[in-house]
């Protein structure tokens, strides 16, 4: 932990949706530490529309950042939450009691600390039974559990009048794969105005082009706002919404954190879990094809998580959220199709929740129960959280899938040698480890891969590693 009383910085240079899941990290800190300041350094941007609405903080640009404004200081803590290899250079030249992220030290290695953010970097390309959202991860390995299970996050508002019937369709994505095309939305406008609901066509300066084939696909008005509204705009245009519909996307955070009910239409290489609207109370709806279940790149022609995703459902789905009760949705049948409700585990963390009726034969996958596991799992490992939960998803995996249960037994030792010879002989080929694990195994063996690469191998990291694995069979 942190021991001085000098100021914390973070570094924050992704996007501006990576910057808002940054912003319950900066609460967190401030409760944990009150009497320290927090310095956040990000690109300007996306900082200077998103100040009103920031916990506060001292913001610093990149170029602020790199001119030496920060030399000279001893912070107490820094957190590099940013890939980027200048990021990281920059972690290792300043002076801190203690550092957390990628930090490219004196003698050129890049190291990860922090229990935490390297089980984040493990999640690369290996994020299928993954089930922490990128916010959490930013604060776990520094905020204690008692802490977030000690916040609460306020539900979105509650339409009233007009409102109830008026409906932001966010066009863009930071990758056109990550967001319907546009014959989809000028059908879900038609599709909306049909139940008597009032769309309103939102997006940036780049969706302007989306916008007009939109309009040229769908022949009646409908409000385009498109790249006329700031960051600020957009904010206060929310207020006369009831309901905002968009893909994952930055104004998606910002308008969840700003409490606008959001359906996140969650499509192509992204995962709900990792990067889901955080708040509680808003509803993420995905394709239910097992290729969706946890997706760095697609893999797959045809489009799998879209061809369910029709105009019409969406804007039924979008009239009984605005329309209520909220128990409607416990009851609807979308087949094809999950619906997911966000909300808070018992540690405080984010959470989805099923909604609607199960498809036949509706019970838990094995894809489900593995997420499950696994996130007890890491949290009684990384954050001293008890075994129990472990336990009792492993019992629940075992009776729902006897017969995988006897199967994942059987690979156990296959594992643990494998990463026995990883320690002796080091780690060849990236990814070894993995690519050589049933994919059952695959969140321990990313991290254990991880843990040795960032270690070089040595004694500690080995330790740790077959600890981990002891602990696994003893719950097996």
């Avoid at 199709?337 to 959470?351: K, S």
Wanted: charge should be positive.
């Amino acid at each position: 932990m942190a021991i001085s009383n000098g100021p914390m910085l973070v570094l924050q240079m992704q996007r501006m949706g990576d910057l808002v899941l940054t912003f319950p990290l900066l609460l967190w800190l401030k409760r944990c530490f009150p009497a320290r300041q927090i310095h956040v350094v990000a690109e300007e941007n996306f900082f200077t529309p998103l100040l009103p609405v920031s916990p506060p903080a001292a913001y610093i640009s990149w170029p602020e950042a790199t001119s030496g404004a920060l030399h000279g200081r001893v912070y107490s803590l820094i957190i590099n939450l940013s890939i980027r290899e200048d990021a990281a250079r920059l972690a290792g030249e300043l002076s801190a009691d203690e550092k957390l992220g990628p930090v490219r030290g004196p003698d050129g290695a890049l190291r990860v600390h922090g229990a935490w953010q390297l089980f984040r970097t493990s999640l690369v390309q290996n994020n299928r039974h993954n089930r922490f959202h990128w916010a959490d991860l930013n604060a776990l390995d520094i905020v204690p559990l008692t802490i977030t299970q000690k916040t609460r996050f306020g539900p979105p508002r509650e339409p009233r009048g007009q409102e109830a019937k008026s409906v932001g369709v966010f066009l863009g994505a930071s990758d056109p794969a990550k967001r319907p095309d546009a014959a989809f939305y000028a059908g879900l406008v038609r599709e909306l105005l049909d139940r008597g609901l009032r769309p309103v066509l939102l997006g940036g300066p780049d969706d302007v082009p989306v916008a007009r084939e939109v309009r040229a696909l769908f022949d009646h008005p409908a409000l385009d706002l498109v790249g006329k509204l700031s960051l600020a705009e957009l904010v206060s245009a929310g207020r006369t919404l009831g309901l905002f519909i968009t893909p994952d996307t930055g104004p998606m955070h910002v308008a969840a954190w700003t409490g606008l009910k959001t359906l996140n239409l969650s499509v192509g290489n992204v995962n709900p879990w990792d990067t889901g609207p955080y708040q509680p109370g808003h509803l993420v709806l995905r394709a239910s094809a097992s290729c969706a279940r946890g997706c760095w790149a697609c893999t797959r022609s045809g489009g799998q998580c879209r061809q369910d995703l029709t105009p019409r459902r969406v804007a039924a789905l979008a009239a009984t959220i605005l329309r209520g009760p909220a128990e409607r949705l416990e009851r609807l049948k979308m087949p094809g199709l999950t619906l997911f409700g966000t909300e808070r585990t018992p540690e405080g963390l984010f959470g989805l929740r099923r909604l609607g009726l199960p498809e036949a034969g509706g019970a838990p996958s094995a894809d489900e129960l593995a997420g499950v596991f696994w996130r007890a799992f890491f949290l009684w490992r990384l954050s001293g959280a008890q075994a129990g939960p472990v336990r009792a998803a492993w019992q629940a995996l075992s009776g729902a899938h006897p017969r995988l249960a006897v199967n994942l037994k059987r690979s156990l030792p296959a594992l643990a040698s494998s990463a026995a010879r990883l320690a002796v002989h080091g780690l060849g080929s990236p990814r070894a480890l993995l690519a050589g694990t049933a994919p059952f195994w695959s969140p321990l063996a990313g991290y254990m891969e991880a843990a040795l690469e960032n270690e070089d191998a040595s004694e500690e990291s080995t330790s740790r590693c077959l600890e981990h694995l002891e602990a696994l069979a003893e719950i097996l």
